[in-house]
């Protein structure tokens, strides 16, 4: 199946602590995405890549660092997580192409206690 | 800049009832408009976009919207709803100068009466 796949779907951890959430898409797209949804469903993004190169860094603490391997890979790295981290995170993709959709994965929801 | 608005957060209508999802835009340069759509515990789905064009536009699930440059809205509606249509909704801008950033709206949650 062609899609975005981001993992783990569920992650439960302590504050403090450091965590790995990993996206892949096999769509053939060249830019890929970081969004957040917080507990009132608002989206915000986060991060952009292009290519492996990083386009859009929102203002979001350096606690957090995205990482490219490829063009099909984006994984987000948070250390130290904090309460309010909690939040579901979304991957997504869309060819370089202004008037192209995103196609999200099925986001992965932290809970950070 | 660019910024979308969604007018209710909230809106309720009965099966088979029109639904009626608004959203206005605000941007110096022509956007191109998308409808996403979220089931719970899923990702976002496209539902239909304007980029140029005819500006009524058909997306899945029988769910159109129209484009109107003149009050900057780009509403969706369906003609009868059904159960299934229930989940949340977003509106979304992209301008062309932008590094392809969507801006989403903060989503309306469709209930669905039986």
């Known amino acids: 199946d062609t899609a975005v796949s981001q993992t783990p779907k569920y992650l439960v951890t302590q504050m403090g602590n450091d965590k790995s959430i990993k996206c892949e898409q096999n769509?053939?797209?060249?830019?890929m995405y970081w969004y957040k949804q917080d507990s009132k469903k608002f989206l915000k993004i986060m991060f952009s890549?292009?290519?492996?190169?990083?386009?859009i860094n929102e203002t979001v603490p350096n606690r957090f660092s995205p990482k490219s391997p490829d063009k099909a890979h984006l994984n987000l790295h948070i250390n130290s997580l904090e309460l309010g981290d909690s939040a579901v995170y979304f991957c997504?993709?869309?060819?370089?192409?202004?008037?192209?959709?995103?196609?999200f994965g099925n986001g992965t929801r932290l809970t950070v206690t | 800049a660019q910024s979308v608005t969604q007018l209710g957060s909230h809106v309720s209508v009965s099966e088979g009832a029109l639904v009626l999802l608004r959203c206005n835009y605000s941007?110096?340069?022509?956007?191109?408009l998308f409808w996403y759509v979220q089931y719970p515990n899923q990702g976002l789905q496209l539902l239909l976009k304007?980029?140029?064009?005819?500006?009524l536009v058909k997306g899945i699930n029988g769910f159109e919207a129209e484009f109107k440059k003149s009050e900057t809205s780009f509403h969706l509606t369906k003609p009868s709803a059904h159960m299934s249509d229930a989940a949340e909704y977003f509106c979304?801008?992209?301008?062309?100068?932008?590094?392809?950033?969507?801006?989403f709206g903060d989503g309306t949650t469709l209930t669905v009466k039986p």
């Open positions: 997504a993709s869309r060819l370089d192409r202004v008037n192209s959709p995103l196609h």
């Open positions: 769509l053939g797209h060249d830019t």
């Open positions: 890549y292009n290519n492996k190169e990083l386009i």
């Open positions: 941007s110096s340069v022509p956007p191109y």
């Open positions: 304007y980029t140029t064009g005819a500006t």
């Open positions: 979304a801008v992209i301008i062309n100068t932008n590094a392809g950033k969507s801006t």
